[in-house]
């Protein structure tokens, strides 16, 4: 039996919702799974191809003081390697984390032959779930990892302590203030989000793809960069006051995006400058 469709683990979220809506424009079967609905995920599995699991229910802040919270995660994750026992020819696409993976590297840009080693509790989580999908992948199975960076853009949804391009713009549209942990010198990789269904995509097409790839724009900003970008794409100032940093939080994460670009024949396509305007509005027709 011919398996084409997609299956979309935890796909009603930020990216989720970006890849199914272009999955549907090019016609691809596509059906998204709740991370709670085990039983219709052991159903349905074997009528896809490719199971893309996106699915988390942690940010690094929400569990940096409670590590017990990502448990539920790397349950669902180990539920759906369980049922990949039994289906050889489906393709798995696993959403990692490429901006808590690997902590304060020696280096940027940050390679995916990397040293492993996340400051949180998320980062760590992401790490175990991902030795798990390597198994899989040593036992035959094609096993794509993604790590992607910040991923931003139009239909974002707005998470307390998550997603800096989407909080600062909501901040500037309402005129509230944003707190900045740190001296906002933190550098990270922010990807739009066009950048992230695109090669998705493209690898979704590859069914016996078991690579590890890094997704990011491989330009790194400072928190005070992106304010400035923001405050000239808005024409308004944002007003900030600054914490203390906290321990989970990376100095600095810029990914190298080579071996994907290489595997593909792809590169991120939005400028940070340009992704923050289509937001802007976006958020304000929205």
């Not at 039996?1 to 935890?10: E, N, Q, S, T």
């Not at 302590?161 to 740190?182: D, S």
Request: hydrophobic share 35%; with cysteine; net charge neutral.
């Amino acid at each position: 039996m011919k398996r084409d469709g997609v299956l979309l683990l935890g796909g009603g979220g930020f990216i989720g919702s970006a890849l199914a809506a272009r999955l549907q424009q090019e016609k691809a079967p596509v059906y998204v799974v709740g991370r709670h609905d085990a039983e219709q995920l052991k159903q349905l599995l074997p009528q896809y191809g490719t199971v893309v699991h996106l699915a988390s229910s942690t940010t690094p802040g929400s569990s940096a003081t409670d590590p017990a919270l990502e448990l539920d995660n790397l349950a669902l994750t180990l539920r759906l390697l369980d049922l990949l026992q039994a289906q050889p020819e489906t393709h798995l696409i696993f959403f990692s984390s490429g901006g808590t993976l690997y902590g304060n590297p020696e280096r940027l840009p940050v390679t995916e032959d990397s040293p492993i080693a996340p400051l949180s509790h998320h980062g760590a989580g992401k790490a175990a779930q991902e030795v798990f999908c390597q198994s899989l992948r040593a036992q035959g199975h094609a096993v794509t990892i993604l790590r992607p960076s910040n991923a931003y853009g139009p239909g974002q949804t707005l998470r307390h302590g998550f997603g800096l391009i989407r909080t600062m713009l909501e901040r500037v549209r309402l005129g509230t203030p944003l707190e900045i942990w740190g001296d906002g010198e933190n550098v990270r990789d922010f990807i739009y989000i066009d950048d992230v269904v695109e090669p998705t995509l493209r690898l979704i097409r590859l069914p016996q793809d078991s690579g590890t790839y890094n997704l990011g724009s491989g330009v790194g900003y400072t928190v005070n960069q992106v304010r400035g970008l923001v405050e000239a794409v808005c024409g308004r100032q944002l007003t900030t006051s600054c914490r203390p940093s906290r321990g989970i939080d990376v100095r600095g994460i810029v990914l190298d995006n080579s071996r994907l670009a290489a595997r593909l024949g792809w590169n991120p396509g939005v400028r940070l400058t340009d992704g923050i305007a289509r937001t802007w509005q976006w958020l304000q027709e929205a």
